[in-house]
């Protein structure tokens, strides 16, 4: 990893005119590995106006890759504030989708990510990243095709969202074993092992929780939920549906059935009092639990 990050120029990748995906997410992984290569993008956007502004072809095109520079950063926000005026064009509707989605804003993501699939459907990082604003913003049927395209050429990533499909859902025993098996394709995998930490942390296993909370922490980089979360563990849940308590479904059944009032999709405004105060404590983006099937939920000791 040294020798990849000391091959790293990290003023002729800014300055080139199209960068790849793949390049953007390489630069990213190192830089937040690596203090040296994070203090001179921070030099380089300070002063990117002489550094980096010259070389490329156009204002539009500047504004563009200085949003991108936040974002390489881990700095969502600023990225948006940048993008958002900017033109459209494959990067820049890619970076700003995925900074709303690091931000919490999947409709607008849903929406950036939309421009940048009719630019490049193939591109797996944008086919991923729309998938998963898709289901954040409760687009469950349309999420589920999507899931399955996926899952076919990227298993871990196509399990990572297939599991994230079923959770959002309030299927937390469907999802974990998705998340499970996405580790075992690929240890560390940041989206499956943060999920898996928070159902653990949902249904009150604290210990493992944290183990997983503290092994995100290493990673590179840091899932953008880890900061809020590893401290402390989130407020107790109980799953609205579980394996032991509902007959088999198919995915497609699954997807038709009625959710419950309080689902990931549902306004805020309709959640009952318990549930808000308990997504307000936890800051991590989930189903609440279904209000009906409180009675039904065994409590744990």
């Known amino acids: 990893m040294a020798e990849a990050a000391a091959a790293l120029d990290l003023k002729e990748i800014l300055s080139t005119e199209d960068l790849s995906l793949d390049k953007l997410h390489e630069v990213r992984r190192e830089v937040h590995s690596h203090v040296d290569l994070r203090s001179q993008l921070d030099e380089l956007v300070a002063d990117f106006g002489t550094k980096i502004a010259k070389s490329l072809s156009s204002d539009n095109k500047v504004e563009v890759r200085k949003g991108t520079a936040k974002w390489l950063l881990g700095q969502s926000e600023e990225a948006i504030k940048l993008l958002?005026?900017?033109?459209?064009?494959?990067?820049?509707?890619?970076?700003?989708?995925?900074?709303?989605?690091?931000?919490?804003?999947?409709?607008d993501a849903l929406a950036s990510l939309k421009e940048a699939s009719?630019?490049?459907?193939?591109?797996?990082?944008?086919?991923?990243?729309?998938?998963?604003?898709?289901?954040?913003?409760?687009?469950?049927?349309?999420?589920?095709?999507h899931v399955d395209k996926i899952a076919k050429k990227d298993g871990a990533q196509g399990l990572y969202l297939?599991?994230?499909?079923?959770?959002?859902?309030?299927?937390?025993?469907e999802a974990t074993r998705s998340y499970e098996k996405a580790q075992e394709i690929e240890p560390g995998h940041a989206g499956s092992l943060f999920r898996l930490a928070y159902i653990m942390d949902l249904t009150g296993e604290d210990s493992?929780?944290?183990?997983?909370?503290?092994?995100?922490?290493?990673?590179?980089?840091?899932?953008i939920n880890t900061v809020m979360t590893r401290t402390r563990p989130a407020a107790r849940r109980r799953s609205p549906r579980s394996s032991a308590s509902r007959s088999?479904?198919?995915?497609?059944?699954?997807?038709?059935?009625?959710?419950?009032?309080?689902?990931?999709?549902?306004?805020?405004?309709?959640?009952?009092?318990?549930?808000?105060?308990?997504?307000?404590?936890s800051r991590i983006s989930a189903a609440p639990r279904c209000a009906s099937s409180r009675s039904s939920s065994a409590r744990r000791a």
């Open 162 to 173: 297939k599991g994230l499909l079923a959770d959002f859902q309030g299927y937390h025993d």
């Open 208 to 223: 493992r929780a944290l183990e997983l909370y503290e092994q995100l922490r290493r990673l590179r980089p840091m899932h």
């Open 118 to 145: 009719e630019s490049d459907a193939s591109d797996p990082h944008i086919s991923s990243a729309y998938c998963e604003a898709k289901i954040k913003a409760g687009k469950y049927d349309e999420a589920e095709t």
């Open 84 to 107: 958002e005026p900017a033109r459209a064009s494959k990067e820049k509707s890619y970076v700003l989708g995925v900074s709303y989605l690091e931000a919490g804003r999947p409709q």
């Open 248 to 281: 088999p479904k198919s995915p497609s059944r699954r997807a038709s059935a009625p959710r419950c009032r309080n689902s990931a999709s549902t306004p805020s405004a309709t959640w009952s009092p318990r549930a808000r105060k308990t997504c307000s404590r």
